[in-house]
């Protein structure tokens, strides 16, 4: 029974909104047969693994400090995605903000300058926009595909941050291991709760929320991203500049997740490491789409993604399951969405048969037939 995809005239826009919840459910419906089968009870394996690394104080802060990049990193990445412009390198971008942020901290951290945080700051947003204007050039210039070219570049990132973490920025007391010698205190955030590790990372991240929301759904230029990521003919009519909404979609995703690295070795880390970023700049895409690519729906999916995080090494230590099962479950959700979305905006029709061909009609019955 061949079957076809017919796109909805109308999608439901109630539906539209519940994805993320029915995606979430389904997901939960997966961990619970998940526990059942390693031998766990089901829903108090649940209770446990959402509840458990939240008990404290110090929980909510880990909380807090884990969704503080992931935030950031989605909120820049929505307005590429708005755009219609595929950037998934922010993974490179936030390396890259960690490198030329670091290298800032290593030089001119212990002289103590408290001009030395902000262009911590400030270098690392412009390093990872530098990264990110890689690709938008060749996406502009030679129509070269922006989703393999900034994937490719994360790798590029990965190893120039091990070369240099092997190599010439190894701390000389570090018994060999691979990081840097500890950050000097000017070159560190201060922290913004009491007994735990959060920062002012966060309040950073919440301004990037704010600045997005006004850029998106209160300005010119985000009507314009929005309406060349609906239709680049569409754009091109209204005299909106296609390449524009490119090159600020790859700039806006590259500075957040610059800027993102650079909480991360002046915030938990207070080092640089080879692997500074536990992946946050592929589930930030994760939570950018499950957020519907705004920015307050991103706050609400930032915190779920980070309990994530947090709850892997729970069920690892309280459940005996593998800390692996937090890309699982992050895998799931995504897929979960992307499956809801397809059959929000298409049904499902039964392709029509094709008629059978009419018979050859003979030479000889024309032949009598005619006059």
């Known amino acids: 029974m061949p079957l076809r995809l017919e796109r909805r005239p109308q999608p439901s826009t109630a539906m539209v909104y519940a994805a993320p919840l029915i995606a979430v459910g389904a997901t939960v419906i997966v961990a619970l047969v998940i526990f059942a089968a390693a031998g766990h009870a089901p829903l108090d394996a649940l209770v446990m693994f959402v509840t458990g690394p939240v008990q404290d104080r110090y929980g909510v802060g880990e909380w807090l400090l884990k969704a503080t990049p992931l935030i950031l990193i989605a909120v820049g990445l929505t307005v590429g995605f708005r755009a219609g412009v595929w950037n998934v390198g922010a993974e490179g971008q936030l390396i890259l903000g960690v490198i030329a942020s670091g290298w800032l901290a290593l030089k001119f951290g212990p002289g103590g300058s408290p001009l030395l945080l902000p262009a911590m700051i400030v270098a690392g947003g412009l390093a990872g926009a530098a990264w990110a204007a890689i690709p938008a050039l060749l996406r502009t210039r030679f129509n070269a595909n922006e989703i393999l070219v900034s994937l490719m570049f994360n790798y590029v990132a990965q190893l120039w941050l091990s070369w240099l973490v092997f190599g010439m920025w190894r701390d000389p007391a570090g018994f060999n291991f691979p990081q840097s010698e500890p950050l000097a205190p000017a070159a560190l955030y201060p922290i913004i709760l009491e007994d735990t590790r959060l920062n002012i990372g966060l309040w950073i991240a919440l301004a990037a929320v704010l600045a997005g929301w006004v850029l998106l759904s209160r300005s010119y230029i985000g009507f314009q991203l929005k309406v060349t990521g609906l239709s680049d003919a569409a754009a091109r009519y209204a005299g909106f500049s296609t390449r524009r909404a490119v090159w600020l979609g790859m700039l806006a995703g590259g500075l957040t997740a610059g800027i993102a690295g650079v909480g991360e070795i002046a915030g938990p880390l207070g080092q640089i490491f080879p692997t500074?970023?536990?992946?946050?700049?592929?589930?930030?895409?994760?939570?950018?789409?499950?957020?519907?690519l705004h920015p307050i729906g991103?706050?609400?999916?930032?915190?779920?993604?980070?309990l994530l995080y947090l709850s892997g090494d729970t069920a690892q230590m309280s459940l005996g399951l593998p800390s692996s099962i937090t890309g699982l479950f992050q895998g799931m959700m995504l897929f979960f969405l992307l499956a809801a979305d397809v059959l929000i905006f298409y049904r499902i029709r039964r392709r029509p048969a094709a008629a059978p061909a009419a018979a050859p009609v003979a030479s000889a019955t024309i032949a009598e037939a005619a006059p």
């Open 298 to 306: 991103i706050v609400f999916s930032g915190l779920l993604l980070s």
């Open 276 to 292: 500074a970023s536990p992946g946050y700049g592929y589930a930030a895409i994760i939570v950018a789409f499950l957020g519907r």
